[in-house]
């Protein structure tokens, strides 16, 4: 199983593009979702789904767009980007039911100029 | 603010030595408490976890001690070898919302292993 994965591994935006970070998972995992990770601070929730078709919105939800058409799949999208999203992006599954052991991608590395 | 928190943001042991990683919490109604490792340019890895009606949890080479007395987790790793070093996140489930709402992260503790 290649886990969770995330494309692309970088990424550099002007203020006021749009974006999408890919997010896709081997594991049929009901569970995903994305968090952003600034220095000096955790993890926080930018939204969640517990299955295809359901999404939510998690701590930090202003400025994504997220859709679970497939179980394997949970892109997040970037509707116009601002520096305060310049930030390392983490998408995560997991089990039904055992939300405590989530499973991380690498990340992706976002700069909004 | 944040309602799980580290005392250190920087911990150095010796190679060999145990180490123990220190948070605290502050919502008491959380149901389960959960130990991340971050190591560098990768994303988070679960450790182990703990629910709240426990004091302590024995993984392989790692304890987890809760104290809800005084809202404080500790993570202890024996015999510390390099492939710890990483910075080390402590979480809280609140379990609200069925628990699917995400967990809770503290802002990491570095530790570093001398040789």
């Not at chain 1, 202003?62 to 892109?75: A, H, I, L, Q």
């Not at chain 2, 309602?3 to 250190?8: A, E, R």
């Not at chain 2, 502050?26 to 426990?54: C, H, L, T, V």
Request: charged share 15%; proline share 5%; with cysteine.
């Amino acid at each position: 199983n290649a886990g969770v994965t995330q494309t692309p591994k970088f990424q550099v935006l002007k203020t006021g593009q749009s974006m999408t970070l890919q997010c896709a998972q081997d594991m049929n995992h009901e569970y995903m979702s994305w968090y952003r990770q600034d220095p000096g601070m955790g993890l926080r929730l930018i939204h969640y789904s517990v299955g295809a078709g359901i999404t939510d919105q998690g701590e930090v939800p202003n400025g994504y767009n997220v859709s679970r058409s497939t179980t394997e799949d949970f892109p997040l999208r970037l509707l116009s980007a601002a520096p305060s999203q310049t930030s390392v992006y983490f998408c995560a599954s997991g089990l039904a039911g055992d939300y405590n052991e989530q499973f991380f991608g690498p990340g992706t590395r976002l700069t909004v100029l | 603010g944040e309602s799980v928190g580290l005392h250190l943001p920087t911990l150095s042991v010796q190679e060999g030595d145990n180490s123990i990683i220190n948070c605290a919490y502050s919502n008491s109604a959380s149901d389960y408490f959960i130990w991340y490792k971050q190591e560098s340019g990768k994303g988070p890895q679960f450790i182990i976890d703990i629910r709240s009606n426990m004091d302590k949890r024995q993984g392989q080479r790692v304890t987890v001690l809760l104290n809800k007395t005084v809202k404080h987790l500790s993570l202890q790793i024996a015999a510390t070898q390099p492939g710890d070093s990483a910075v080390y996140f402590c979480a809280e489930n609140p379990y609200s919302g069925g628990g699917a709402d995400g967990l809770t992260f503290g802002k990491g503790t570095h530790l570093i292993i001398q040789p």
